[in-house]
């Protein structure tokens, strides 16, 4: 599935990408496709947009290739013909016209010019992450007019949720079936290159979402000429995807390269590995990164991984999505104790003080469903954990979208962002957090007819078992994910600085920033734990010998009853709450301070 570069910018990239339409030279382009199933593939080729098309046999080569060179501008739109009655789009695509089943368009990789080429990232201690979805931010152009503002706050990595093409022109990303091509309701290939270059302009790095445990359930051609590319077996998202064959992991590490190479992106997380049933394709993937990418590069590799698999952060992933300390968190706050809540709601404090210690909560023991999970995790850097209050699945998989402002009082929900921000894990934010956003954000989709039905009675069903939807006219109010108001209702309303609630959550976040910046990144790395003890039901003192061995003191109380507390010694970094009497801590109170020994 690859072309070359042309010789004259050879140098460009250090990959060469198996799949798709390269362009050669001004001139040329190479076209493959990996077909084992098919007899033949003709290419049709519109050398201009909207022309009549070319029928072209393509060279069939070994181990069901199909490769054609031959002159085409950048530009030019393109099909594959399996049969008579089979057109297909290039699953390797860098761009489409009219959605997933238009024709591809040929993108020269190289024809932005760079003007922050400079850049080489940032080390990772340094990450605070904001996750957003472009496209309820208005694409990537609306993306890049709030950079600045990003920027200002301390924020220093921005994390879109996948840009890949999918059905219609709204949609998580997550279904995608095209995962080379720019999604066109978000810009244009540069126009995502334009925003990622601004940003690092302004010191930020940009990591983007990728998705290869599945495809989605609309427009995947893939079964119908390389069946190969699966194992026949199914899971709960489609079929599996049959990592064991070098043609699909070449497919897969390929594009993982370009959005690093070609896009320069700082980072990658990978989706769902945990349904991704091979660690070693896992490993490869990292490895053949790390081999290709200019050493003086800081790229950051994270995973999404509920097996909480310790040993792939120990070399081969920078760190992990911490949902452990996201769900013992969440269901300290909001005494919520259904579907996966269930594993974290009995002996919660001990559970926060397990995750403020040990990183994960699930080392290898058993979950409600008996199954063991994990593995040990004490030995690794704080910084290999990501924590988080809210992302896009913990708030947007609620039936009704809530964010935590609407869940839990403000003097609470304070105290645990600032346990958030000043604790030494690495932080991320979801999109309209920094400013208070109350707006949901929904599940949204856009597909049609009978897959429109399935999505939204699918969607319903999950919450039957869930004591508030057990009644059917009740999960008949959860909002349609097709519905344009479904979207419309998940965009931010908080952005405007008239805003007072909105300016004074602002004011807030960023004083905490100015803190881990000034305190905490610079002393970050080799921090190590030594120890979190509960002081009362969700309350907790935990301390770390950060490294420059001063030791890091948090005592937090996300509880609803006052506690007794030796006050932390030290330099007091941030207080928040009562503050008169220094041998208790009050509910929704914190205090962070900073000391030569424990």
Not at 134 to 142: K, R
Not at 233 to 249: L, M, S
Request: hydrophobic share 35%; proline share 5%; aromatic share 10%.
């Amino acid at each position: 599935m690859s072309a070359s570069v042309s010789e004259s910018t050879g140098d460009r990239f250090s990959y060469r990408c198996h799949y798709g339409a390269i362009v050669l030279d001004d001139h040329r382009t190479r076209f493959t496709l990996w077909a084992p199933d098919a007899e033949a593939v003709r290419l049709e080729l519109s050398r201009t947009p909207g022309g009549e098309p070319e029928v072209l046999s393509m060279d069939k080569g070994q181990n069901g290739h199909f490769t054609l060179e031959l002159e085409c501008p950048p530009g030019a739109h393109y099909r594959y013909r399996i049969s008579d009655d089979l057109v297909v789009p290039d699953p390797a695509a860098r761009a489409q016209h009219e959605d997933i089943t238009g024709p591809s368009v040929v993108i020269d990789p190289q024809g932005h010019g760079w003007k922050n080429s400079h850049w080489q990232g940032r080390p990772w201690h340094e990450t605070v992450i904001l996750e957003v979805h472009v496209g309820v931010l208005g694409g990537f152009d609306g993306v890049r007019k709030r950079l600045q503002d990003w920027a200002g706050m301390g924020i220093t990595a921005i994390e879109l949720m996948p840009v890949n093409e999918f059905p219609g022109a709204r949609n998580w990303g997550y279904d995608g079936v095209l995962p080379y091509a720019v999604e066109a309701s978000y810009g244009t290939p540069d126009q995502l290159k334009a925003m990622i270059d601004e940003a690092h302009g302004l010191g930020l790095m940009v990591f983007l979402d990728v998705v290869y445990n599945h495809f989605g359930p609309d427009g995947n051609y893939l079964p119908h000429y390389a069946g190969d590319f699966f194992t026949g077996e199914r899971t709960p998202w489609g079929d599996e995807i049959d990592f064991e064959r070098p043609q699909v992991r070449d497919f897969f590490i390929d594009n993982a390269l370009m959005w690093v190479e070609e896009y320069r992106f700082d980072g990658l997380r990978f989706d769902a590995v945990h349904a991704i049933n091979n660690d070693g394709f896992l490993r490869e993937m990292s490895e053949r990164i790390k081999a290709q990418v200019n050493d003086t590069r800081h790229i950051h590799l994270m995973l999404e991984n509920e097996r909480n698999s310790a040993s792939l952060l120990e070399s081969t992933y920078t760190a992990q999505w911490n949902d452990d300390i996201h769900n013992v968190l969440h269901a300290l706050l909001t005494g919520e104790h259904e579907g996966y809540y269930a594993d974290y709601c009995d002996h919660a404090t001990d559970k926060l003080a397990s995750a403020l210690h040990g990183g994960f909560i699930f080392q290898g023991q058993n979950d409600r469903r008996g199954h063991a999970r994990g593995e040990p995790s004490g030995h690794l850097p704080t910084t290999a954990f990501i924590a988080f209050l809210q992302n896009h699945d913990q708030v947007g998989n609620r039936a009704m979208g809530e964010r935590l402002i609407s869940l839990v009082d403000q003097k609470r929900l304070e105290a645990a962002t600032a346990l958030l921000l000043l604790c030494p894990m690495i932080p991320m934010l979801f999109m309209g957090e920094e400013l208070g956003e109350r707006n949901p954000f929904l599940f949204f989709t856009d597909h049609r007819d009978e897959l429109a039905d399935a999505v939204r009675e699918g969607r319903r069903s999950e919450f039957a078992d869930f004591s508030h939807f057990k009644d059917e006219k009740t999960r008949a109010q959860i909002p349609d994910p097709n519905a344009v108001s479904t979207f419309e209702q998940s965009c931010l309303k908080s952005e405007s600085m008239d805003d007072p609630e909105a300016a004074m959550w602002r004011t807030r976040y960023m004083t905490l920033l100015d803190i881990r910046h000034a305190e905490i990144i610079p002393r970050l790395p080799g921090t190590r734990p030594m120890g979190a003890v509960p002081l009362g039901e969700g309350a907790i003192l935990a301390h770390w010998r950060m490294g420059d061995g001063t030791v890091l003191a948090i005592a937090v109380n996300l509880g609803k009853q006052r506690v007794s507390i030796d006050a932390p010694e030290g330099q007091r970094l941030y207080e928040l709450g009562e503050s008169d009497d220094a041998t208790t801590l009050a509910p929704g109170a914190i205090r962070a301070c900073l000391s030569s020994h424990l």
